[in-house]
């Protein structure tokens, strides 16, 4: 416990954001940085409230309720307060491979659960976690570290996203040979293709990957399992599989039109800049441009709101966002989203304020329904079609829309992003296996065991759950971890 009257002496505090019109003109991250002081201040507000549901990880009512890695919040907290950086970082690792991603891209469900957010604002946790792990590294106290005797047992990781290197990091800390297989030019997974450089700039990445590799994990990149190398052959090579793949199927949206030229998936659209980016500065114009385009992203979530935030650095000539969700009410609604279910409030996320200061108003568009798309003479998209609608959900759980008549609208587009989720895991190492699938097409593994109905083959993150957040992939492949240490063992001492 810090201050017993704490959270309510001291009013919540977040760091500021660069200036929106200045920030959409560059490609670095947007938040700025707050004092110790400032920080410990903010460890303060943590209270004594007994059962710190911050640090639960719980699902339920489709909502995310604490932290899924468990973090030891109230722990690190006080020592913030107290000026015991070190120690704060040791609590941190304890529970989280990569804090300096969740600090990040994270939308915190810890501070939704947050006690003090029963009666105010919750504690800034998010922002402390970064900063101890940034102070970490600039201090020097994150080094490399090595396991001190090996096994002699062999594991092969398919994925280097956040699940991948979770399961990798804790795998080499138990002592096994770890080789972790990306079919990208560069590690990270998600981490590095997918989230722009404006949430989290990929030197960060490249900093925790360089020390994994000092800790002795081999890397291969440019390398797919299931084309460049048999998966059958990574069983004969290997004592135990990791399959981190991700759920990178595309969902497609099929209604008239969708074949123009001009209409893209979301993650195509992101990856081309990313890598251009990474690359040569976006010099070699490889990326799909949004240049003095009409954009529309089709897809109210992150990754939607991801290409709104690209296509502003593009410099577009408009963009919209779509939703088929209803704006999100002002306060909590106590009645239908209670606490420690993660307030599900209207906010302007970091693209949405951008796009406001740009264009004078939020982007998005809420309850809209795409009907069709429609050409030039050439098959270049030119218009957009949609119409107002209401969503409920039936006895069987389906979401039913309903269109408003009267609320037909057409849209000037020159260039459409299709955001709408993701059908599951790609299946060309799951039909060369064989693995068992669940009913949306993930791998069959279950939860806290991860084995596959293939021996030797496990399972964890966004491949076995569906598209999920970077914290879950971290807890799975912490998990996985440790079950397959446990069955090449027979035993485990991994957390």
């Known amino acids: ?192 293709y997918g989230i722009p450089t404006m949430k989290l700039e990929k030197h960060v990445v490249d900093r925790r990957v360089n020390l994994l590799k000092q800790e002795g994990i081999s890397f291969v ?30 969902r497609s949206v099929n209604i008239e039109g969708s074949d123009l030229k001009g209409i893209y998936p979301a993650m195509d659209y992101l990856n081309s800049t990313i890598k251009s980016y990474l690359d040569t500065n976006l010099e070699d114009g490889t990326y799909i441009s949004a240049k003095d385009k009409n954009v529309v992203v089709i897809g109210g979530g992150d990754t939607g709101t991801d290409c709104v935030a690209t296509a502003l650095r593009h410099g577009c000539k408009s963009v919209v966002q779509f939703g088929t969700v209803a704006k999100a009410p002002e306060k909590r609604d106590q009645d239908n989203n209670p606490w420690p279910q993660f307030p599900n409030v209207y906010t302007l996320d970091y693209a949405h304020e951008e796009a406001k200061a740009v264009f004078g108003e939020d982007p998005r568009q809420f309850s809209i329904l795409t009907k069709k798309f429609v050409g030039d003479e050439n098959g270049n998209l030119k218009e957009l079609h949609t119409v107002k609608i209401e969503r409920y959900i039936d006895e069987q759980g389906r979401k039913i829309y309903k269109e408003i008549e009267g609320t037909e609208q057409v849209w000037p587009v020159d260039l459409a992003l299709v955001a709408i989720g993701f059908e599951g895991p790609e299946a060309t190492i799951i039909e060369e296996l064989e693995l068992a699938t669940d009913s949306r097409s993930n791998i069959k593994a279950r939860y806290g065991e991860y084995r596959t109905n293939i021996d030797k083959v496990f399972a964890a993150g966004d491949v076995r759950r569906g598209q999920s957040l970077v914290v879950w992939a971290i807890n799975e492949g912490r998990q996985v971890a440790r079950e397959v240490d446990k069955y090449l063992m027979g035993s485990t001492m991994l957390p």
């Open 1 to 192: 416990m810090s201050m017993p009257t704490g959270f309510m002496d001291f009013q919540r505090e977040v760091p500021a954001d660069r200036d929106p019109l200045q920030r959409v003109n560059d490609w670095r991250e947007f938040h700025k940085h707050m004092s110790d002081q400032q920080l410990q201040t903010q460890g303060a507000r943590c209270m004594d409230c007994g059962t710190p549901y911050c640090h639960t990880g719980m699902e339920f009512e489709n909502t995310v309720s604490g932290c899924p890695v468990n973090n030891l919040i109230p722990e690190w907290n006080n020592l913030v307060y107290r000026g015991q950086w070190k120690d704060a970082l040791e609590r941190l690792h304890k529970t989280n491979n990569f804090p300096e991603f969740t600090g990040r891209v994270c939308p915190a469900p810890c501070e939704g659960s947050c006690t003090v957010g029963l009666i105010g604002d919750p504690v800034t946790i998010k922002t402390i976690e970064e900063a101890i792990i940034e102070r970490g590294f600039a201090e020097g106290w994150v080094v490399p570290q090595p396991p001190k005797a090996r096994t002699g047992k062999k594991v092969a990781v398919v994925g280097s996203g956040p699940a991948g290197l979770a399961a990798a990091a804790q795998l080499n800390k138990a002592g096994h040979t770890v080789t972790v297989y990306e079919r990208a030019d560069r590690i990270g997974g998600l981490l590095t």
């Open 221 to 250: 990149t440019n390398t797919e399992i299931g084309k460049d190398i048999a998966a059958a052959d990574l069983l004969k090579e290997f004592d135990a599989v990791v399959l981190a793949l991700g759920a990178t199927k595309a």
